[in-house]
């Protein structure tokens, strides 16, 4: 079984958490934003506006074994390959 630590969002200041799982860990970051977000707008603090010159997509070519190897280790893992992936690229 993988093993996962922390991930964060970059534009949330010192919002993060961690978990066991790709499931607990993204589980665990919505829980995060939302705490974060409440704090920020209990004290009046500012809160960074989404970055609209992202679309948050991307074409990705790769080859197929590593295609197959991120396929096997999500579906072990129980979350979707973009889930997957989007762990493994925040690390």
């Known amino acids: 079984m993988l093993r996962y630590n922390s991930a964060l969002y970059l534009e ?3 919002c993060q958490s961690h ?12 829980e995060a934003k939302r705490g974060w977000l409440e704090v920020k707008l209990e004290h009046g603090d500012p809160i960074p506006e989404p970055q609209e010159e992202y679309s948050g997509k991307i074409n990705l070519r790769m ?6 190897q991120l ?21």
């Open 71 to 91: 396929a096997v280790e999500a579906q072990l893992e129980g979350v979707s390959l973009n889930q997957y992936m989007l762990y493994k690229l925040s690390k």
């Open 63 to 68: 080859p197929k074994s590593l295609h197959r």
């Open 12 to 14: 949330l200041d010192g």
């Open 19 to 30: 978990g066991e799982t790709v499931e607990e860990l993204l589980r665990n970051l919505e």
